[in-house]
């Protein structure tokens, strides 16, 4: 089976919007963003990412994509190859193939990624997991190779790469998982799940006059900070979309994936930097 960077396991949910859709889940009532340490470029969240994994890996388009020329000119693309150097540092660093079995082992319901930092892959990822289950992943089996370590009195556990100095930590607090690849940020969101009164991504203007201009949740939803990320070279060079020119006017974006028996539905809304108008797009 083909393996998957570790940083693409939110964003291997949006393929699904091929996949044979089920019932709609019902939306989270409340964000994981409120977990979240401020500066983030993007943030993703699922209600249900377990399900959108399963339905991947059950999908009929999934091999057809391996299959594609698509995949063939994607494979020889700078961008995997910046991927595959990641995935191996992470591997080396999490003591495990950053493969399906991790994933579905990582993959709980409500589930949430914010990426901080594009060029070196620097992510927090959160995830709503009974205990039971998360102390049965392949990291927490293998936590006796990590340092323990401490933030606000909660236990979390830390490994570094030792060629490119990649940290992989993770922790598990109530029946949520945590993975971030920057202490930083695994302290800052413990810190919030435990009460503790600090920044979070809700209080920065742009996700929240984001999230308040957008419909509600989909199955998957994407919410970007448009400023931070059209000055990242990284992100210049490998957009698909070839129009950061455009962008440069927007000061955040969401997008929404709805799934049904009888649809597959994306909703787009894009802010305008002045004046704060929305932009619906279908």
Request: proline share 7%.
């Amino acid at each position: 089976m083909r393996k998957i960077p570790i940083i693409l396991l939110c964003f291997l949910s949006a393929s699904l919007a091929m996949a044979p859709p089920g019932q709609a889940p019902a939306g989270p009532s409340s964000s994981l963003a409120a977990f979240m340490p401020t500066g983030s470029l993007l943030f993703m969240e699922s209600p249900e990412f377990a399900k959108l994994v399963h339905d991947w890996k059950n999908a009929q388009e999934r091999q057809k994509w391996l299959e594609s020329d698509n995949f063939q000119v994607f494979s020889r693309s700078r961008l995997l190859l910046r991927l595959q150097e990641a995935q191996r540092q992470f591997a080396v660093a999490a003591g495990a193939p950053p493969d399906m079995a991790l994933l579905d082992s990582l993959a709980g319901g409500h589930s949430a990624l914010a990426v901080y930092d594009i060029g070196n892959l620097e992510f927090l990822y959160i995830t709503r997991m009974p205990s039971a289950r998360a102390m049965q992943n392949v990291l927490w089996s293998s936590r006796e190779k990590f340092e323990p370590r401490k933030a606000v009195d909660l236990p979390y556990y830390v490994r570094t790469e030792p060629e490119k100095n990649r940290l992989v930590a993770f922790a598990t607090s109530g029946d949520y998982l945590l993975l971030a690849t920057r202490e930083d940020l695994m302290a800052g969101a413990l810190g919030l799940l435990s009460g503790k009164s600090q920044p979070r991504l809700p209080d920065e203007i742009w996700y929240k006059s984001a999230v308040a201009a957008a419909g509600p949740i989909g199955d998957l939803r994407l919410v970007m900070n448009l400023p931070l990320l059209v000055k990242s070279p990284h992100f210049r060079s490998y957009w698909i979309e070839r129009n950061v020119a455009e962008l440069k006017s927007y000061s955040a974006e969401v997008a929404d994936v709805h799934r049904s028996a009888a649809e597959v539905r994306e909703d787009r809304v894009l802010l305008k930097t002045n004046p704060p108008a929305a932009t619906w797009a279908n």
